[in-house]
């Protein structure tokens, strides 16, 4: 199957991208890997709807224009050749392939996550998998539920935690108070109203809020779980710690895209032009994957995109600059300093599948290891079935940290696929052994 | 094979500076699979690959050596004849390769598929981890008082009178002798004297699933070569073949292709059926130089005094601590023990 454009991700950059096109009389493909459109930010709980009418208008527009959209489907390869791309997917009835000329990648984002001790414990997940249970199956991380890290999802996790008749027992907030004052979070009064909302509900129901605090420590207590915070134990059975979010450009590095390194865009991102082209051919991004600026502006950068692909004119881009203000100044909250990277013991695990502790990764930096793939290589850091999500960023700020170098020398992992973890079977299907190629064999 | 031909330089009393673009064992020693099999070695290469295997033997945990023994297996009449011829061969040459039944082999490791029709053993085959060679070098270098000057790429060498000045980034080096042992990237570098090698490049795939329940002990080989499988101590399967992808060394790392990655895995799957249910969690390509006889580059460069070239050794990765001290020793002055490989014959 040869469409004109593929599109990686039904969330708002790309499910826009996706009307745009057909309206544009483009045949297109959306590949992603939920059961149902909308991103994380209108992920849908059964029966299809995320609550907000947001969320279900995109994916009625989604389901009503032409493009044709495989959901559950596993993207785990992309490869660029004379003709465009080709995709390789899993999904539901296995190996998947098509082609597309032209490609935008609107894989969105993923959580930063900080590494403390007992970080890798059952119980301890990130902001952004606590949503998924509250927001697709309705399920609450646990019934007394430590709330951490920075950034807004902080705030958006413990309301749905109290709305889903969960107790938060400590609010524990890396950033002091003054962070949160930004002029660019007055751009949209509607969203500054519901997060003073979250907030009014969190001090009816005596929620305790720690500022200027991070999680020093989980330790398994009895059945529970105990979370150190300034030196006092507090009594849990769910710990969720998120630092804001970073672009998931692992199909773009895949690609060989030019990335870009900007903290206030949540860190290395895709790099496009007014256009959302990238420097490869036929690449394009939309949405977070070109640099965190939320979802209001994912839209905008998805219909830029799409007519941009069919070499439309793109008028204005002055409503994707305006909507972006409030995405970069919520990300700009999740910014913590380097304490939380330099005050990590040597002994807490810093790649949690490959059990990596500080002290090995350190020991690879002292032994002359400068870059990202420096330590990977030497280390294994990374290359377990995360493929470095949870690690590379802390590990890479740590690199930065004790070579004086910037997050740019330090340079980003080479993609590699799978983009995802494979079932070997699924990617070898059926065969039959007698018809497998055999080069030539080396010469003996 | 550079780090251990400035080892055995710094032993015969020179003064020795090691230029390194990446850092130690960045390159093909660096993200092989780790396979040190004598079933996979050149015939005519078999002496080298019995001594370097030793090295790395005697490394032992520091590299994460693992003698497992490893099985070459046939599943059709015309593997089976392959078999026959070259593991004949290799034994003649020195290799204690034996033939074994398909029920031994069965017997043996449970996990192997049961369509095998012929296969060999070595019990001197394993693999180390090659993810710590760079770490053990650069350990060995700094225990030799060898200097190793990583991040460095070199983009100028002068001949001079008496040798030559390199340049790498801001630093200028100046050494009597040179030895060039850059791996994929020692065209490039002979370039820098005006020497043109026919050095060809080959992008081999390797890929490495998740961890499974531990079901295979010994490494697995194809009779045409196009697989090395092993499982790790920690359940994850390791595997190879030198499927190509593509790309090229001057470009930076090479890419994986789709379409030969799914015949490797498909080898793999057909080989060991456990593999099956496990996860691939990565696949990523290394380059492997070579010239058109396939013969290794070892000796004088050609056409340029008191410069040396080492590269295009096939086996390279249990070759090379054996290959880079005999150069040295050329080097050196001495009487290699072995015979080089003059790449003039490859101009």
Redesign the interface.
Known sequence: MTFDLAILGAGPAGAAAAVEASLLGMRSLVIDEQVAAGGQVYRASPPISSGDPDGDRLRASLAGCSASVRLVHRLWNVERDDDGFRLLAIGPEGAFEARARSLIVAAGAQERFVPFRGWELPGVMGLASATILIKAQRLLPGRNVVVAGAGPLLYAVAHGILDGGGRVVALVDAQPRSAWWMPDLLSRPDLLVRGMSWLAALRRAKVPILRASVVDAVAREGDGLSATVQGRAIACDAVCCGFGLMPATDVTRLLGATHSFDAALGGWHVVVDDQQRCDVPGLYAAGDVAGIRGAASAPHQGRIAARAVAGAAIGSTRERDGASRFGVAMNRAAQVGDYVISSIAPDVTMCVCERLPRSVIEAAIDDGCVTINDVKGATRCGMGPCGGRMCEDAVARLIAIKTSCTRRDVGMATGRPPLRPVALDAIAGDFDYEALPMPAPAPL | MGATAALRASEGGMRVVVIER?????GAS??NAGTLSLQ?K??KLMPYALIGHEWWRSAGDAIGFKRTGGYTLA??AREAE?LHD?MT?KRAAGAPIEFVTPRQVVTREPALCD?IVAASYCAEDGHADS??T??YL?GLLRDAGVE?R??ANVTHIDTREAGFRITAGSETTSSKRLLLAAGAWTAPLASLLDVALPIRVRTNTVT???PGPVHLHAGVGHA???LTLKQKSNGSYLIGG?W?GTGSPEAG?G????DT???N??????AVPA??????????TGYEAYVPD?WPLAGVLPGVRDAYVLACV?GGYTIGPCIGPLVADLILGREPALPLFDPARAM
Do not use: K
């Open positions: 990446d850092v130690a064992g960045a660096g993200v996979i050149r015939v599943f059709n392959m070259r061969q369509r993810t710590r760079g770490t650069r190793l990583e991040h490495v699933t998740e045409t070569g196009l030198g190509q790392r890419r994986v292709v789709a990655l799914l015949q895995l498909r080898l793999a799957r057909f593999t099956a249910n496990v996860r691939v969690l990565r696949s990523w396939y096939r």
